[in-house]
T-cell receptor
Framework: DAGVIQSPRHEVTEMGQEVTLRCKPI?????LFWYRQTMMRGLELLIY????????DSGMPEDRFSAKMPNASFSTLKIQPSEPRDSAVYFC??????????FGQGTRLTVV | GNSVTQMEGPVTLSEEAFLTINCTYT??????LFWYVQYPGEGLQLLLK?????DKGSNKGFEATYRKETTSFHLEKGSVQVSDSAVYFC????????????FGKGTHLIIQP
């Protein structure tokens, strides 16, 4: 398996623009997680899905953030409108029940 | 709630030095404990794990023992290499599919030749 695949690896956008981050989990995994990593706050869990259903989105910072998982092999994290303070590395991870999580390589987002 | 505290970095060592990165946790129930490693420009990779008290996780020369009495999971390596330079994250998971991992803030390790 190719592991968790995220795209794009890097994204630079202007403030106010919409940004969409993409994730393909490992085939067969039933949990998918979105994390944000910053120097100040470390790794924060934003939202996670079980069997494509959002279970806990309490970590989503604002209504500008939304996440979807239309099927078992694809998820998106959208920021609209983006702001400079959204600049961070966003990680997607997936796992099977009761196993460790596997992380993608992340998307480095820069909002200017 | 759950939390993980680990020593702040950067930690700078010479090659072949002994490494300890401290990690303590607060959790409800009996969590599983993990160390993840992040190499520059990469995602997180699982380094080792322990699922119950007194278990020792080990991989690539690294070890960590689950100490329930001190709520700790310190990472150790007897002789570090330049290639061990990375950011190390201690994490816990209370299981049952209920939560994502709770991470510490990470410790940046720099090994000098």
């Amino acid at each position: 398996d190719a592991g968790v695949i995220q795209s794009p690896r890097h994204e630079v956008t202007e403030m106010g623009q919409e940004v969409t981050l993409r994730c393909k989990p490992i085939s067969g995994h039933d949990y998918l997680f979105w994390y944000r990593q910053t120097m100040m706050r470390g790794l924060e869990l934003l939202i996670y899905f079980n069997n494509n259903v959002p279970i806990d989105d309490s970590g989503m910072p604002e209504d500008r953030f939304s996440a979807k998982m239309p099927n078992a092999s694809f998820s998106t994290l959208k920021i609209q409108p983006s702001e400079p303070r959204d600049s961070a590395v966003y990680f997607c991870a997936s796992r099977l029940s009761n196993t460790e999580a596997f992380f993608g390589q992340g998307t480095r987002l820069t909002v200017v | 709630g759950n939390s993980v505290t680990q020593m702040e970095g950067p930690v700078t060592l010479s090659e072949e030095a002994f490494l300890t990165i401290n990690c303590t946790y607060t959790a409800t129930g009996y969590p599983s404990l993990f160390w993840y490693v992040q190499y520059p420009g990469e995602g997180l990779q699982l380094l080792l794990k322990a699922t119950k008290a007194d278990d020792k996780g080990s991989n690539k020369g690294f070890e960590a023992t689950y100490r329930k009495e001190t709520t700790s999971f310190h990472l150790e390596k007897g002789s570090v290499q330049v290639s061990d330079s990375a950011v190390y994250f201690c994490a816990l998971w209370t299981g049952g599919g209920a939560d994502g991992l709770t991470f510490g803030k990470g410790t940046h390790l720099i090994i000098q030749p």
